[in-house]
């Protein structure tokens, strides 16, 4: 077995009642191995627990506690995950990774692909490096909901744009997962003239017909910086182009929001700013699933600002001081509109875009 270093012990805990210190290592729990998180909070989730532990000293006990149901002891490891997180194994066609520029600090250049990380911080994995075994394993400790990466449903054009033959069978390691189920949100990068188009609407016939196991979905654009050298040729998405996926998307939600009950499908903010479009109401992201992904920020912004400015307007009185705001390119006419608010009521306020020198225009 595995021994597994304790980083600290929490105050007031039931591990430092029972004298369990920095340093000391985790052997067993009820007398399984623990692999990762996973294993560690399936066991710890019982009333009773049996804990081996090894001492500094290389003594080992084996405590009995009666707890709460689900109730942790306290110990805190030097991995969130306990395991190390699982490399991605794709070479992605656009890879936001592979275009940051020089300099930046080491975690920045980590590509996590770990389906551990998708259920407990909704991070995106493509399945491309996991075994039968480890889809199992969602499966029997029911880690759900997780994210993927789906990008395209056609096998073959999934390979070319992730450049993994093992990402081919998308559709059938979502079916298994949603079949037991696990629920799944998906995402897809688009990319002109590679995944958009008719391919798109394919992709979201194929997704929709998994519904409800597959959850929802999120269009991205793709994101360009200014460090792209030697990598895939990609362009951003003219204005035009990106008035016709919200065209497109838009019919899709109309559709499937009379056959299931829900749009399903939804557009990054980024589309509607990229064709100067008004973005939708708040009820259109009906409750947000893909908020993470940039999916209805700016609508969830404004209605929570709108709803706190008429309950705040009669006490918020006028001053002599004045306010500045700095955001990017991008969302510079949107906070502008904000302002305006505030500026109805006497507020000096004023809005600036910064260029952003680090990714590049």
């Given at each position: 077995m595995q021994k597994i270093n304790i980083k600290d012990v929490i105050k007031g805990s039931i591990a430092e009642e029972l004298g369990?210190?920095?340093g000391d290592k985790l052997i067993s729990l009820n007398g399984?191995?623990?692999i990762d998180i996973i294993d560690y909070r399936y066991e710890m989730a019982n009333e009773f627990v049996q804990v081996e532990i090894e001492k500094i000293s290389g003594e080992r006990y084996v405590f009995?506690?009666?707890?709460?149901?689900?109730?942790?002891?306290?110990?805190?490891?030097?991995?969130?995950?306990?395991d190390r997180p699982k490399r991605c194994r794709n070479k992605c066609i656009f890879c936001f990774i592979d275009q940051l520029p020089k300099g930046v600090r080491k975690s920045l250049l980590f590509k996590d692909d770990d389906y551990r990380l998708s259920f407990l911080q909704g991070n995106f994995i493509t399945l491309t490096n996991m075994n039968e075994e480890e889809i199992d394993r969602i499966i029997k400790y029911r880690l759900s909901p997780i994210y993927v990466s789906i990008h395209t449903t056609d096998g073959d054009l999934r390979?070319?744009?992730?450049?993994?033959?093992?990402?081919?069978?998308?559709?059938?390691?979502l079916k298994k997962l949603v079949n037991n189920g696990i629920e799944v949100h998906g995402q897809i990068v688009l990319c002109p003239e590679i995944n958009d188009g008719v391919e798109l609407d394919k992709t979201i016939?194929?997704?929709?017909?998994?519904?409800?196991g597959v959850k929802s979905v999120a269009v991205v654009p793709v994101g360009l910086t200014d460090h792209r050298h030697n990598?895939?040729?990609?362009r951003p998405f003219t204005i035009d182009e990106a008035r016709e996926v919200v065209e497109q998307v838009s019919s899709w939600q109309e559709k499937l929001k009379a056959e299931l009950g829900t749009s399903f499908v939804f557009l990054s903010d980024e589309f509607y700013v990229m064709g100067k479009l008004p973005i939708p109401d708040y009820d259109h992201y009906e409750d947000f699933p893909q908020i993470e992904n940039g999916v209805g920020l700016m609508a969830l912004f404004k209605h929570q600002f709108e709803e706190a400015f008429e309950r705040k307007k009669r006490l918020m009185r006028r001053n002599n001081e004045s306010y500045l705001i700095v955001t990017g390119l991008a969302a510079y006419d949107f906070m502008r509109g904000i302002s305006q608010k505030l500026k109805s009521?006497?507020?000096?306020?004023?809005?600036?875009?910064?260029?952003?020198?680090?990714f590049g225009k």
């Open positions: 369990i210190q920095k399984r191995e623990v009995e506690i009666e707890k709460d149901y689900n109730e942790d002891i306290g110990l805190v490891f030097e991995e969130e995950i306990i390979v070319r744009m992730m450049r993994n033959p093992n990402a081919r069978n998308i559709m059938e390691n016939k194929d997704l929709s017909d998994l519904y409800p990598l895939y040729p990609l009521i006497g507020f000096d306020i004023e809005v600036v875009p910064i260029v952003n020198k680090f």
